[in-house]
């Protein structure tokens, strides 16, 4: 089969499709023919070994998919070849095929496309976790989504909106901010202007964000902190900008506010409870048509590169797909 494969760590030219053997399947465990893998931030890190954890080599990249299930040796969790999955791995998913335990994946309501499908879990599980679980997010409260067109922003975006937040996306362009608003954001701001938080004072009535979800990072975190309600909560996501912003301690003292961190890949280990609930309300969403999960782009399976290159030159908008086979 074909796929993906990171021999050392190294910019994305200089990774390349590869013949490689079909996956083993163990009792327990499923083998999925793939249909479409989502691309994050985080891929395009560590195929250059820069990830805070780095798999180790070789490794294909990739950790979200959505396919049917080729191999079932148990009918493990009751899955038979031939049943439309979604699903999560810690790497593996730019394949043709994956083999993942029966717990990583979910049934694909059939009224979903794969690319839905593989835009889905990670980035909606942390942004329903961020808002509902850690921020506590009330109907009613004025949300702050910084980088909101990208793939985690566009799903803060629309679960904000979803939980009757009012929701202000800050984007870099016209197009982003057009992009934002189309998917349920009430008010947009150009966070590249200077004079950005007084925008944000005036759309906010004065009273600032009750919630700021950042994936960013650098200097702008820290202005949007400034900016925060009392009692505010800052969902610390990422830091696409590449730098770790220092807050001073002052500034939480002065706003009664809390920075609150957000991390997937613990969620399933440390809070397996919350990370079901929520993934059951995501999926209700998701069958009921409530929530539409946003593909900003689709890549032939030879173009995968060009997935992650839109993310490293800040030009994705929403998330980032590879079709693998149909
Ligand atoms: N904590 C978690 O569990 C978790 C889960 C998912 C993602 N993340 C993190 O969230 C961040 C975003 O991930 P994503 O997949 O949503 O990425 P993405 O689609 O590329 O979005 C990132 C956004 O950040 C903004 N940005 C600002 N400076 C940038 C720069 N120098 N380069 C690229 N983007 C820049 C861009 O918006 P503007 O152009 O509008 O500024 C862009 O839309 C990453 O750091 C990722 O690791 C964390």
């Not at 250059?48 to 299930?69: N, R, W």
């Not at 499908?117 to 009330?138: D, E, I, K, P, V």
């Not at 994936?215 to 990422?238: C, K, M, N």
Request: aromatic fraction near 8%; avoid cysteine; hydrophobic fraction near 50%.
């Amino acid at each position: 089969m074909k796929a993906v494969v990171v021999e050392q760590y190294a910019p994305i030219d200089q990774i390349e499709l590869k013949d490689v053997p079909m996956p083993p399947v163990a009792a327990g465990q499923l083998r999925i023919k793939v249909h479409a893998a989502g691309i994050g931030f985080v891929d395009g890190l560590k195929v250059q070994g820069l990830y805070q954890t780095k798999d180790p080599l070789p490794f294909t990249p990739g950790t979200e998919f959505a396919g049917v299930v080729d191999e079932a040796p148990d009918n493990a969790a009751g899955y038979v070849p031939g049943m439309r999955v979604m699903g999560m791995a810690r790497s593996g998913a730019l394949a043709e095929y994956i083999t993942v335990n029966a717990e990583a994946v979910h049934p694909l309501p059939d009224a979903v496309a794969a690319e839905v499908g593989a835009s889905f879990r990670a980035n909606y599980l942390t942004a329903h976790y961020a808002l509902s679980a850690r921020a506590m997010l009330a109907a009613g409260e004025q949300l702050l989504v910084l980088g909101a067109a990208g793939g985690v922003g566009i799903a803060a975006v629309q679960i904000g909106r979803l939980l009757g937040a009012r929701v202000i996306a800050a984007a870099s362009t016209p197009e982003k901010r057009d992009f934002a608003r189309a998917h349920g954001a009430d008010a947009v701001i150009d966070y590249t202007q200077p004079n950005w938080r007084d925008a944000l004072k005036e759309l906010t009535g004065g009273h600032g964000a009750d919630v700021i979800f950042d994936p960013v990072g650098g200097e702008i975190s820290v202005q949007a902190f400034r900016s925060i309600a009392w009692r505010g909560r800052h969902l610390v996501v990422g830091f696409a900008a590449g730098s770790i912003p220092a807050l001073p301690f002052n500034l939480p003292l002065l706003k009664g506010g809390a920075l609150l961190g957000v991390d997937l890949a613990q969620i399933p280990t440390r809070e397996p409870d919350v990370q079901k609930r929520l993934m059951a309300e995501l999926t209700s969403w998701l069958a009921e048509g409530k929530l539409k999960p946003v593909v900003g782009r689709v890549f032939a399976f030879a173009d995968f590169r060009d997935a992650f290159k839109a993310m490293q030159t800040r030009d994705a908008l929403g998330k980032m797909v590879v079709r693998i086979s149909s």
